[in-house]
């Protein structure tokens, strides 16, 4: 079964600094979706990132990107210029053809000014 | 437009009450999917939808009742549910529940349930 790890339960970053939040997972499928997913306290989940498998290149959105390193099953985001809305519980998750998403436990940020 | 709507924000009920949950998105998505979560925790998916037929069900308490009248609707049925069952209920939607570049998940902001 597959299995999808964040090693770190938190994380606190000062503005304007740069975060990287880990993910690992686990699969035998070679064609699957990778996923960073935002919460903040009002509980909104809002996607932050996305990776293709077989994609070799690193997804970007403005100061959120992301190493992919596949051999290693490791999918990390990074935060630049972090913001204090940047605040939040990030989840990593996973999906393959005809499944719902497969959710790490999560990595609370904090932001301080 | 990536939105899901989810109605009502909060809900308040007694273990013998009879509630239900919607869930609405006008994204053309076929695929829609009800998940639980507890506070700290990652969402725990109940129940996914594909093409207006139920595709999965992870042994979900038949307490809990899903329903997908249209491919733009999907509601939960709720009866007789426990304390334990207070959490936040979010819905979401995806293009298909097959493999594609449009395989992204989109949320609604959830129903925050609480069971007295």
């Known amino acids: 079964a597959q299995t999808v790890t964040q090693s770190q339960p938190e994380m606190s970053v000062q503005e304007a600094e740069t975060v990287t939040l880990s993910c690992t997972y686990d699969t035998s499928e070679s064609d699957y979706y990778l996923f960073w997913y935002k919460q903040p306290p009002s509980r909104q989940m809002i996607l932050v990132i996305r990776?293709?498998?077989?994609?070799?290149q690193n997804a970007t959105e403005n100061r959120f990107s992301v190493n992919f390193q596949k051999a290693a099953k490791s999918f990390s985001l990074k935060i630049s210029d972090s913001q204090l809305g940047d605040a939040a519980m990030y989840f990593c998750?996973?999906?393959?053809?005809?499944?719902?998403?497969?959710f790490g436990k999560g990595t609370t940020l904090s932001v301080s000014s | 437009d990536t939105e899901v709507t989810q109605t009502p924000k909060h809900l308040v009920m007694g273990m013998t009450n009879k509630k239900s949950l919607k869930c609405e998105q006008h994204?053309?998505?076929?695929?829609m999917y009800w998940y639980k979560q507890k506070a700290k925790k990652p969402p725990e998916l109940m129940f996914v939808y594909s093409y207006e037929k139920l595709s999965i069900n992870e042994s979900v308490p038949s307490r809990f009742s899903p329903e997908c009248p249209n491919s733009s609707l999907l509601n939960l049925h709720l009866h007789a549910l426990q304390p334990e069952d207070s959490a936040l209920y979010l819905c979401a939607s995806s293009q298909t529940l097959t493999s594609g570049s449009t395989d992204t998940q989109y949320f609604g902001p959830g129903t925050r349930l609480t069971v007295l």
């Open positions: 998750a996973y999906r393959q053809a005809g499944t719902a998403l497969i």
């Open positions: 994204m053309g998505h076929r695929a």
């Open positions: 990776q293709e498998a077989y994609k070799q």
